[in-house]
């Protein structure tokens, strides 16, 4: 019985700190979405209106089609990205002091806003920017490429920018602690580097991909800054689509979004979560 009010007491504070900072503030936006308002007020009530507006809307389906591309697409460069470097870090590295140095260089972009980072793109990549410059004076194109700029690419470009560090880190942190002696076993064996890489590798890192696929989702499903900036306003996304609902004063339409986003949300992580027990694998 003693141990027993002994851990809930040693959980006490972290039970509080979750209720005050996670269950209180959910709870208000899901009781907020079900509030009224009209140009100029909230109205407390309990109506459906909201969710109704939202989720037979056409542009509300078109919006969250287009967010969810642009995590999926985000996602796979990513993972391409952070694996490659992962495993370069972690295997073709033999030093853990250079390891610690290549490993603080990834972070660098990291120590800038990403505002900052993302507005660095806009003077490369635009009509008449470095990148189209320097393909004219090449003469690999005959005019400046248009789409590079404010469009669904810049977007991707700047997500992948952004975020492809969040699946670094995990995928890099569960590689490290791979027995070298299965991978040395698997060679020894006869498999291939193709075959020791999927067989091995790839298994034992599996919840560092977990991991960093969880955080590019959800980030890349919440973001509204990089679409309104990196599309020139002829992207939307679900993030975009909250702000221009507050900044019409339209809160409970906009929590109402907040908590569809979250059922989605959640449902996504659920289903990576079914493909790899991260509890079990850690």
């Given at each position: ?5 002994t851990?809930?007491?040693?959980a006490s ?17 899901i009781?907020v979405?079900?509030f009224?308002?009209?140009?100029v007020?909230?109205i ?14 056409p542009i509300?389906?078109?919006t969250y089609?287009?967010t969810?591309q642009?995590?999926?697409?985000t996602?796979a460069?990513?993972l ?5 470097v ?7 590295v033999?030093?853990?002091?250079m390891?610690?140095?290549?490993f603080l ?5 990291f120590?800038?806003s990403n505002?900052i980072r993302?507005?660095?793109w806009i ?10 410059q320097?393909?004219l ?23 992948v ?10 995928i890099f942190?569960s590689?490290v602690?791979i027995?070298?002696s299965l991978v040395?076993?698997?060679?020894d064996a006869g498999?291939?580097?193709w075959q020791?890489l999927?067989?091995v590798i790839?298994?034992?890192?599996r919840?560092g991909?977990a991991i960093g ?7 890349v499903?919440?973001d509204?800054?990089t ?6 306003g ?11 609902a ?8 906009a929590a ?5 986003l ?5 449902l996504?992580?659920a289903?990576?979560l079914r493909?790899?027990?991260?509890r079990k694998?850690?």
């Open positions: 019985m003693t141990s027993r009010w851990g809930l007491l040693l504070p972290l039970a509080l700190i979750l209720a005050l900072f996670l269950i209180v503030p959910i709870g208000t936006i009781v979405s079900f009224d308002y009209d140009s007020r909230i407390p009530d309990f109506i459906w209106t909201n969710y109704d507006e939202l989720l037979f809307s509300t389906w078109k089609l287009q969810v642009f995590a999926a697409i996602w460069i990513c391409f990205i952070g694996f490659t992962a495993y370069f870090l972690a295997f073709h033999a030093s853990p002091m390891q610690t140095v290549l260089v990834c972070t660098i972009p120590w800038t505002v993302m507005i660095s003077p490369f990549l635009g009509r008449n920017g470095l990148l189209n320097a393909l004076g090449i003469g690999a194109i005959d005019q400046p490429l248009e789409f590079l700029l404010f469009s669904n690419f810049a977007v991707v470009l700047a997500y920018h952004l975020y492809a560090l969040f699946m670094v880190v995990p942190n590689m602690r027995d070298r040395e076993a698997a060679r498999a291939s580097e020791v999927r067989s790839i298994p034992l890192a919840p991909i696929s969880i955080l590019v989702v959800a980030v499903m919440g509204f800054v679409v309104r900036l990196m599309s020139g002829q992207s939307a996304s679900v993030g975009l689509m909250m702000v221009n507050m900044s019409l004063l339209q809160y409970p339409a109402a979004n907040a908590v569809v979250l059922i989605v949300v959640l996504m992580i289903a990576m493909v790899v027990d991260i694998e850690l």
